[in-house]
T-cell receptor
Framework: DGGITQSPKYLFRKEGQNVTLSCEQN?????MYWYRQDPGQGLRLIYY???????QKGDIAEGYSVSREKKESFPLTVTSAQKNPTAFYLC????????????FGSGTRLTVV | GESVGLHLPTLSVQEGDNSIINCAYS??????FIWYKQESGKGPQFIID?????DKRQGQRVTVLLNKTVKHLSLQIAATQPGDSAVYFC???????????FGDGTTLTVKP
């Protein structure tokens, strides 16, 4: 079955540590996205990539980094510079262009301990 | 900047009733709109979409209405069921945007 897989489902980070969230898709989608969701709030865009080896900052990119070396993969690193990283992180992909919906992964819940 | 807003953060309905979830958007350049459903602890799922050259689009038990004059979008769910309980988001985008902008969501609770 085609889909988008995020791992791990739960992640605990100590203050000052960098952590990397995995996102893999086998849908042959060109575009991939990372969103952050805080309790009771909507989705805020962190980074997005419309093609391999290219990505753009979203609305809240500070303290995060990404790479897009393969079409299937778009990992997100939450760095120690992100002061409030506890949140639910969602990865999504789409065919590309603008008039297509997203397919979302099941999310990673990151908690700072 | 761009924003997509929902009129009500929460909505409670009786099982079997029809539900209407509203969304206001501010970017007049937006020409493609999507409704997503997010169940607790899961990622959002695509429900239905509509392009700006349409006023109405129907799916299975769901209808999306678009009023470009007042920049308003609504999702109607017929014969609401307990399984419809979730958070519903609208999203907007436009040509060459490369990304969608999401509203804050409406939490729908269906009472048995």
């Amino acid at each position: 079955d085609g889909g988008i897989t995020q791992s791990p489902k739960y992640l605990f980070r100590k203050e000052g540590q960098n952590v990397t969230l995995s996102c893999e898709q086998n849908l042959n989608h060109d575009a991939m996205y990372w969103y952050r969701q805080d309790p009771g709030q909507g989705l805020r865009l962190i980074y997005y990539s419309q093609i391999v080896n290219d990505f753009q900052k979203g609305d809240i990119a500070e303290g995060y980094s990404v790479s897009r070396e393969k079409k299937e993969s778009f990992p997100l690193t939450v760095t120690s510079a992100q002061k409030n990283p506890t949140a639910f992180y969602l990865c999504a992909s789409s065919i590309g262009g603008y008039a297509y919906g997203y397919t979302f992964g099941s999310g990673t819940r990151l908690t700072v301990v | 900047g761009e924003s997509v807003g929902l009129h009500l953060p929460t909505l409670s309905v009786q099982e079997g009733d029809n539900s209407i979830i509203n969304c206001a958007y501010s970017n007049s350049a937006s020409d493609y709109f999507i409704w997503y459903k997010q169940e607790s602890g899961k990622g959002p799922q695509f429900i239905i979409d509509i392009r700006s050259n349409m006023d109405k689009r129907q799916g299975q038990r769901v209808t999306v209405l678009l009023n470009k004059t007042v920049k308003h979008l609504s999702l109607q769910i017929a014969a609401t069921q307990p399984g419809d309980s979730a958070v519903y988001f609208c999203a907007e985008t436009y040509t060459n945007a490369g990304k969608s902008t999401f509203g804050d969501g409406t939490t729908l609770t269906v009472k048995p």
